[in-house]
Structure formats: structure tokens, C-alpha cells
């Protein structure tokens, strides 16, 4: 095992110190973007810290997201340039530095049809040249997001040839960047943390907080533990509020629609198609490895108390897929949807509607003491942990060095021109960037573990062994949820259960 490895021997370890008295400088509850991002902040100044989750690594938000790494632009149409540059350069730096293994260059197309006003066609390009000007602010080479360009329609058909031709009097081609999944970056954080000696914990609720201590009960054994700290950081997301009283959350729904491969014909370029009688507002197709395509994304206030994990209303479907279907050929429809799922986004109380709320992160210092850290989103999360650990500091009288996070390099990541060169299957060094060959080693030693889980899928049986022994995977749910993602579509995971059950409980015994 190596010291970025998260198990269940690690963790039955470390919450037994823990449970015996052990004090750390920092309690970070959470274990989404924020709360992994802190960790490893913490963790990369020198503080001891343990971050307690209730179920799993990215239980919540954080895997629901559009897998964006934004670069502002819609920010900066709000006239927030403050914000837009925060993302621009965060957006930079993970691209560059801290993981371009796990995110990549997606081509956006915004098709431009006889009814795009002149007017609306300049207000796009507008903001594209803007938004391009945010990435040469921020240090982001053209070499990694090539710049905006207009572009005639056969090239836009050729990019996505489902698109109608009719009308269509060219595109704009702009870049963003993307993540090739937002759970493994939220799973990549919490190892890099934990290679640092973070304790990463999950299973494990928080029930009552104040400034410098957490009960919290073990969901596996039932058991209540009083850990003692220097600081509790509260970073549970759009649950914030259930355990700090001053906070006051909005939370909004957007749900996303998982199409079937060759539904919408797209390539590998995203496509935006404008919401009809909106001036900035676009439902976006974004091409994901598998084929399929998500839909996205609708914004939609949401009362009462906070489920565990949201549902898409038949509203949300009809809404993503009349939008969609005004850019191409062939309508789609309900038999083309494979799967759909729904976040809810962590606004910060305040007045207007959802899509208007800003994006803009806070820390809160409680009345308690315990600080929360609200809003933002998962492009921002390593400026979210600066500013969250700088405050702990600042309160506790702790004392430690400014942040290095944006100089250090998750596990796995190494310069993009790099990547190329690392012996092993593209489609692994995506997900687990140099390490992938440790990945592709376990099914050298033994070929079961080579072979994909069944003939639908290329997620091989080592890629389970591997979640299990170093990815902090505890069960079933947590292989088919969040480190595969096969669950997004019901039926990928109906057909691989049996067999990562029986991976899951060998890995597990093997652990002992
Ligand atoms: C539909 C949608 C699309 C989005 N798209 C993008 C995008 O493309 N790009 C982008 O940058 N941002 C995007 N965002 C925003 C981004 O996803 C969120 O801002 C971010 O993931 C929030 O992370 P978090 O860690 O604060 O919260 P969460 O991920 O929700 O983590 C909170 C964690 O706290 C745990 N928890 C709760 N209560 C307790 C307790 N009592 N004890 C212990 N643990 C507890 C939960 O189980 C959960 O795992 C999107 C959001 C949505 C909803």
C-alpha cells in the first residue's frame, strides 16, 4: 500500500486513533469537492487533519455537475469580472498543473440558424473573444484551449452531423475545459490529501459540531466518537444549513439527460442550441467517452427539506429535450434518453431568481465558531480551500505557511505533453493519469482482471480491485455509483453487479 492508498484498513485504523483521544488540528466535514480541497490544503501546509463523510467520496453534488471546468464566461456576462478571472485562472491550473490527466480541451459549437438575430450572433462571439482574453490573463497557453473562430456550416456539419442543416448559416467554435469525470477528481483529491497523512473517513456522520469538537457516529458499527480538533470546518454543500443554524442556503436543481450513443450525432464537440427567448442561456449536448451525450442543464429553485440524492421531474425531461431538438435533424425524443440524473447547486441565500444567484463562494464563522463554507462550484474548489484554511488559521491560532495547492500536482498528474507517453491504455490514462500502468499491471498477473466486467462495458475487473485497495471503495454502491460511474445508467449496472460484488468481497478479504 502506498500512503495516497485509502481502504478499509486504513480507515478502521485511523478512526480508531481517533475514537481513542488522537487530536487533530482540523475536522473537515464533507467529503465533496470543497471538503476533499480543504483536506488536502490542510494536509500540504503540515496540519493534521481528518475529513469525516457520511456515506461515500462525492456522495453529493460533486458528481452531479456537468463535469465543466469553467472558464467564466457566463460570469462575465453578469459583468462579475472578479469571478470570471477566479475561474479562468482555477480553470488554468488544474488544466496545467494540478490534473491535466483528469480534465481536457472540449470544443464548444454554438450553431448559428437563420433566426439567430445578427445581433445575438455578435453578443455570443462578444463574449467568446472576452472569455479568451480571461485565459490569456489567467497564463492559460492557446495550446491547451485553442482560441474562438467562426466557422462556416459544412465544417460545423462535419463536426456534428446531426445537426440541421436547414438554415444554418455557420457556427462559433470556442474551448472550455472539461473534466473527464467530477467523482474521480473528488476520489484524487482525497488520496493526494491522504498521501500526505490526512485521515479520509467516510461512513462516518457528523451529528453535533462546535468550534473544536464533532460527535460523530460510525454508520458501519453504529458507534458514537467524540473527535477533538483545533477547528471544525463544515463543508457539507447544500446541507450545510442541518448543521450550521446561520446559514442560510437556496438551493437550485439541474438536471442533466444521459442519451443513447448515436442519438444526437455530435462527435466529440459539445453543441449549445440557445433557450428561445433568453438572451445568455443555452442548453448544451456535451459527448462523453461512452458515446452517449449528457443534455443540460435546467435551474430550478427547490423547497423543503434536502433529499439525499435528487430526481429529475418529467418537467426537467420535456424542457432539456424540446430545447435540444430545435438544432437538429431528427427530434429527440424519450426513447433516445438511457439514463438521467440531478444535483442540487449550494447557492448562497439571497434575492433574485436561481439562474441569477451569484457563484461566488463564502466562509462563514458561526456564532459557535465553526466556519462553513458555502456557494462557489467545483471549478473554484482549490480557491474555496485557500480562502477556508487561511480563516482556520486565522481563528484557531494555528499556526502554517500560505497554500501550495496550486503548485501541487494531484496523484497521477503530470504535463500534459507527458500523458501521451505513459505505457498504458488511453482510456485508463484518463482516469488514473501515471498511475494508470499500476492499473493495467493487475491484469497482467492475473488476465481475469484484463477482462472488461461484461461485453457492454470496457471498465475492466482491475479497475474495481483497484477502487477497493486504493480509491477508498467500501461496497458495491460505492463501485457502481462513483469510481466506475457505471450506475448512471440503471441497466450498465444491473450487468456488471454480480461480478463487482464478487471483486469487491475478494479485494476486501484480501485487505485483511
Ligand atoms: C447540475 C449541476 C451542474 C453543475 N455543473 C458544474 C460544472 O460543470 N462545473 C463546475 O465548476 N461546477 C458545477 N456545479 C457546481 C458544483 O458541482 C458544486 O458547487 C460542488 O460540487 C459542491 O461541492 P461541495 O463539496 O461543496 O458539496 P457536495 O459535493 O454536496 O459535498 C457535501 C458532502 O457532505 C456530506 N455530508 C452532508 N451532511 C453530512 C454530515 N452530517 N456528516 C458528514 N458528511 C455530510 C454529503 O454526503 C456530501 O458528500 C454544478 C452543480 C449542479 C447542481
Known sequence: MTPGSLNALRRDRELTALAGGERVDLVVVGGGVTGAGIALDAAARGLSVALIEAYDLAYGTSRWSSKLVHGGLRYLAKGDLALAHESAVERGILMTRTAPHLTRALPQLFPMYRETSRGQQAFIMTGLVAGDG??????????????????????????????????LRGALLAYDGA???????????????????AKIL???????????????????????????????????????????????????????LILAS?????????????????NNRFVFLLPQPDGRVFVGVTDEPTEGPVPRVPSVPESDVDFLLEVASTAFTRPLTRADVAGSFAGLRPLVEGGGRSADLSRKHAVVTGADGVLTVVGGKLTTYRRMAEDAVDAALKRSGLLAGPSTTSRLPLLGATPRSRLSIVDAPARLVAKYGTEAPRVAALGEVDPELGRPLHGGTEISAAEVVWAVRHEGALDVEDVLERRTRLGLVTPDAEAARARVQELVDKSLAGLA
Open 134 to 167: 480571461l485565459r490569456r490573463a489567467a497564463g492559460t497557453p492557446a495550446s491547451v484551449l485553442p482560441r474562438p473562430r467562426s466557422i462556416p456550416a459544412a465544417e460545423a456539419l462535419a463536426l456534428a452531423p446531426g445537426l440541421s442543416p436547414q438554415g
Open 179 to 197: 473534466l473527464t469525470d467530477d467523482a474521480r477528481l473528488v476520489v484524487n483529491l482525497a488520496r493526494t490529501a491522504a498521501s500526505r497523512g
Open 202 to 256: 467516510t461512513r462516518v456522520e457528523a451529528l453535533r459540531l462546535d468550534a473544536e469538537s464533532v460527535l460523530a457516529r460510525d454508520r458501519l458499527t453504529g458507534q458514537e466518537i467524540e473527535i477533538r480538533t483545533r477547528q471544525v470546518i463544515n463543508a457539507t454543500g447544500v446541507w450545510a444549513g442541518e448543521l450550521a443554524e446561520s446559514v442560510r442556503l437556496r438551493p437550485s436543481r439541474g438536471s442533466h
Open 262 to 278: 448515436g442519438a444526437a450525432r455530435i462527435g466529440a464537440t459539445s453543441v449549445n442550441v440557445p433557450v428561445p427567448g433568453e
